[in-house]
Each structure stands twice: as C-alpha cells, then as structure tokens.
C-alpha cells in the first residue's frame, strides 16, 4: 500500500472522538535483568536489537504510532537512559521524554506518564506500552487498542488487555475474568476482572488455561487520564497527594517537580497500586 493511503487508513480524515484524545505512553525504564548478560545496566533490553534490525524501543515506539500520532507519544525512562530515547527516536518530542530520577517501579511511572498527557489534554486517554513486547499481529493490536479507547474515554472503566495464553506459562502473571459486560467490536468482547494471579507453579497454570477464564497479565493498560487518578486517589492516597498538581504545570516545572515526588514516593507495582483493589477494571482479550 502507498505511504499516503497507508496514513489516511491509520489516521482518517475524521477521526472518532475518542481516538482524538488519544496519547501513548512507552514504559522504558527497566533493566532487563532476566536477559542478562547480553542486557546490561548501560544497554537493558529496550535498548537491543534483539528481533530484527531496530531496536526493541524503536519497534514498540512504530506499533504504537499507527495508534496515536507520534506527537502524542511519550516515553518514560530512567535518567541515565535519556539520551539513549533521544538518539533512537528521534521522531518523539523531547519535551515528551520524561526521565525517572530513580526507579520506582511501574505504579508511579504510569501516573506520571498519564498525568503528562493530562496536561496537553484534560480528557485524555492513555495507551500504555512496555518497551520490550514483541507483537506479530499487528493490525489487530491496533483494533484491540481503539476498542480499548473507546471504552477508557467514557472515564468509567480502566481497561487491561489480556493476552490469550498459548501455554501455562510460569514467569507471568494471570488474571481471572468473570461475566462478559458487552460486544464492543466484531469478535471483541467486554469482561469484569475476578481476580489476579502473580506467577503461578506449572500446575496451577495448567489449571487456569483449562478453564478458558484466564489470561496473560502483559501490563497494557488503558484508561483516561482522569480516572487513573481518580483511582489512586482512591487507593494510594498518598502518591496521589505527591502528583495531584502535575498536570497543571507547564513542561519545564513538570520535569523538575519530579526529583522531589521520586524521593518522597513508594516503589510500588500498578497492580498492587491499583488493579488488585479497582472495581472499575474490564478485560479486553488481545489475541495478537
């Protein structure tokens, strides 16, 4: 397909609601300590070309411009990795790159990646995505993530999207669904989240993938900005408290409010945070 169809396809003249408010959020800052030696502290992961002739980074970052724009992709990353972002992608707004002045896991790192997008767009709406995925299908992660924007813009639910199992797996996490809420696409169906399950034995995995109800926990997170903090509000009062003025300062007051929110805030997990306690989260299967 030409270059000009292929971008009209992606981004259409007119454009639905809800995907005009859509920002993307590439979570970069782990040290893929699992892939070690070849990842390093210097170079985790993200930073390899491991799949093909572009990094890890630099894939994620494509997948998720046929989504949003690539003005409206940002990049959370560890201090030390910020020029790296920079050089290998080049297509991102700098001001767009926000680097972690520690780690302190994923809960606060998609806050304040939500937050930045809540300062350009009050009703925002967040895709999130790990650095590090590898993604065959993806046209119908692009179906998938749309279907996720249109249900998080209604600033009700916080959506996850379950990957399908293929094994019983042990290295990841599981969540359990229970009754289907609604068909939101041809083939795409609506859940309630029951319960999740970090790492389970081989046996108990088993179990899981043989009742149909369970899925991969991949940490593709969609929601509006709004309400991923109206949920820590809920449930994690305190960073709450620590972040609640971010999305009202301008760029440069946003990136150095940070040192002070990183030192005060707990290293927490999002699903610890937030996705174990929420009452509002859904499942979208993603089979891609």
Do not use: C
């Not at 700098?94 to 937050?115: H, Q, Y």
């Not at 009754?179 to 029951?194: A, P, T, Y």
């Not at 305190?238 to 760029?251: A, C, F, P, V, Y």
């Amino acid at each position: 397909m030409p270059i000009t169809k292929l971008k009209q396809a992606i981004f259409p003249k007119k454009q639905p609601e809800y995907m005009k408010h859509a920002f993307g959020v590439i979570l970069a800052g782990g040290g893929g300590t699992r892939l070690w030696p070849k990842s390093r502290g210097k170079t985790p992961k993200q930073f390899l070309k491991l799949t093909s002739d572009k990094t890890m980074i630099q894939i994620t970052a494509d997948r998720v411009s046929k989504v949003v724009d690539w003005s409206k992709i940002i990049v959370v990353t560890n201090k030390l990795h910020k020029d790296a972002v920079i050089k290998q992608l080049p297509k991102i707004k700098k001001e767009n790159i926000i680097a972690e002045p520690e780690k302190k896991d994923t809960a606060l790192a998609m806050l304040v990646g939500s937050l930045y997008a809540k300062s350009k767009d009050r009703d925002a709406v967040v895709l999130n995505a790990a650095s590090d995925h590898v993604v065959p299908n993806e046209n119908e992660y692009i179906r998938v993530m749309r279907a996720a924007s249109k249900v998080a813009f209604r600033k009700k639910q916080l959506v996850t999207v379950g990957i399908t199992p293929t094994h019983p797996h042990t290295g990841l996490g599981y969540i359990k669904i229970s009754d289907d809420i609604e068909r939101i696409g041809k083939g795409l169906s609506l859940f309630n989240v029951e319960s999740f399950t970090e790492k389970p034995n081989q046996s108990t995995a088993k179990g899981f993938i043989s009742t149909g109800k369970y899925y991969w926990n991949a940490n593709m997170y969609v929601w509006s900005a709004q309400t991923i903090q109206d949920a820590f509000e809920k449930h994690m009062p305190k960073m709450h408290k620590l972040t609640k003025d971010l999305s009202s300062l301008s760029n440069k007051k946003f990136h150095n409010s940070l040192n002070n929110i990183y030192k005060k805030a707990e290293a927490i997990s999002i699903d610890y945070a937030i996705s174990e306690k929420a009452d509002n989260l859904v499942l979208i299967p993603g089979d891609f």
